[in-house]
């Protein structure tokens, strides 16, 4: 059973940063990929960034190309999203996502339960 905890969001003023953190657990993640995503208020669940377990390949959504950015620690098994130069736009929950395919747009099966972040203008 995969197990995906994010934490690190939190209130932050435009231009600011923050990093978010997903603890994973519960299975080997060599072979998977693994993502954020998020939803605004009102909004459909929107891709934001992935990368394959075993490094290489990231993708990210135009929105957020050149200010955040997706990584991972293997030893700690946890998957991070750095996310700079933040916008009142880019306020949602966000959710980190896991899955054993190599597409990195997904679909993705395994999720977190969110973490929100909220930027101010």
């Known amino acids: 059973q995969v197990q995906l905890v994010e934490s690190g969001g939190g209130f932050v003023q435009a231009g600011g940063s923050l990093r978010l953190s997903c603890a994973a657990s519960g299975h080997s993640f060599s072979r998977y990929s693994a993502a954020w995503f998020r939803r605004a208020p009102g909004k459909e669940r929107e891709f934001v960034a992935a990368?394959?377990?075993?490094?290489?390949?990231?993708d990210y959504a135009d929105s957020v190309k050149g200010r955040f950015t997706i990584s991972r620690d293997n030893a700690k098994r946890t998957l991070f999203l750095q996310m700079n130069n933040l916008k009142p736009e880019d306020t949602a929950v966000y959710y980190c996502?896991?899955?054993?395919?190599?597409?990195?747009?997904?679909?993705?099966?395994?999720w977190g339960q969110g973490t929100q972040v909220t930027v101010s203008s």
């Open positions: 990368m394959r377990w075993s490094g290489g390949n990231t």
């Open positions: 996502a896991a899955q054993a395919g190599v597409s990195l747009r997904g679909p993705y099966g395994y």
